[in-house]
């Protein structure tokens, strides 16, 4: 990650306040960092402030921006709404004379927190690429809509409005779930990364107080299955109901990492992954994940898009 000055930031963001202040063109300084680039979009050109000549902002966007006009980008932040930049991790494989970033943006607006992924590109100076929010603004009204017409009278349907309140909520909070529920999370994390023989368990179809114990010599069970019937079962139907894990699976790209796969939606999802080594952590990246962040020793907090 690559560290900035924090003297430099500051006078980066006084430039920045001062300028919406005054309703200018958003002429930046070439040096200005992907930090005040960002803020300066967000607090400019996706603001939705009439007085903001939004042109001058036109050669800082790049990719698929490249051909937008930042006036379109009017009112994308509500109005009102509060921001924080967590943080804008450098991301692998640049291309060419590029670096690239991604910022890690938290948005509060109405009472409801959500995130916000903007990746940037930088030579002589530092442009923004592309933008990523999931779910994404449509999928959350979907999800909105979802909620008011489920039917929770039923064990099932009780268990899926929970699911898709979680799919709303912002990284912060996902993370502090995994927090609560960490010693359940190790308990199947510490078995699962010995054994070799597994791909990948659907948890969510299986009521695992009711699930018989393994017996020896039953040939109906396979090979690769065997070490489900040895997990605590009771953590695994704790980490089902309280933290929405459907999934236990591993990437055969990364055979060192497991992930525990939360929400999915569409092409999309988020989950946990267990990692002793950090150094087997897949890249952070434009192409697959959306996000990774800490949340405890041996576990990451991610979003993925396939």
């Known amino acids: 990650m690559r560290g900035f000055s924090p003297l430099r930031t500051l006078v980066i963001v006084a430039f920045l306040v001062a300028s919406v202040t005054t309703g200018g063109a958003q002429e930046l300084p070439r040096g200005t960092t992907p930090r005040g680039v960002i803020y300066s979009f967000l607090t400019e050109t996706a603001s939705a402030e009439d007085s903001v000549n939004r042109g001058a902002f036109r050669n800082r ?6 051909q937008s006009d930042p006036r379109t980008f009017k009112g994308m932040l509500p109005r009102n709404a509060h921001l924080r930049i967590d943080s804008i991790p450098s991301l692998a494989g ?3 004379d590029y670096s ?4 890690y943006v938290t948005v509060e607006s109405g009472g409801q ?3 916000w992924y903007l990746y940037c590109a930088g030579d002589t100076i530092w442009r923004i690429e592309a933008l990523r929010r999931f779910p994404s ?9 979802s909620l008011q017409e489920i039917d929770t009278s039923t064990p099932t349907y009780r268990l899926l409005h929970t699911d898709l309140q979680r799919m709303l ?4 909070s996902l ?7 960490r010693a359940d999370a190790e308990k199947i994390a510490v078995p699962l990364a010995r054994g070799r023989l597994w791909n990948d368990f659907a948890l969510r179809d299986v009521d695992f107080a009711k699930l018989e114990e393994y ?9 690769s299955d065997l070490i489900f019937y040895t997990l605590d079962r009771p953590a695994l139907e704790r980490l089902k109901r309280k933290v929405g894990i459907k999934r236990i699976e591993r990437d055969p790209r990364y055979p060192d990492l497991i992930l525990f796969v939360a929400g999915t939606l569409e092409k999309g999802s988020y989950g946990y992954i267990n990692a002793p080594d950090p150094g087997a952590l897949p890249p952070v990246s434009r192409n697959e994940f959306i996000t990774l962040k800490p949340v405890a020793d041996n576990w990451w907090f991610y979003k993925r898009i396939k």
């Open 94 to 96: 640049a291309v060419g």
């Open 61 to 66: 966007l790049i990719g698929e921006f490249a």
């Open 175 to 181: 993370r502090a779930i995994l927090r609560l529920n």
């Open 113 to 115: 927190k959500e995130n």
């Open 215 to 223: 017996r020896e010599l039953d040939d109906d069970i396979d090979g």
């Open 100 to 103: 690239r970033a991604v910022a």
């Open 137 to 145: 603004p449509l999928q959350r009204s979907q999800i909105r809509q």
């Open 169 to 172: 909520l912002p990284d912060d």
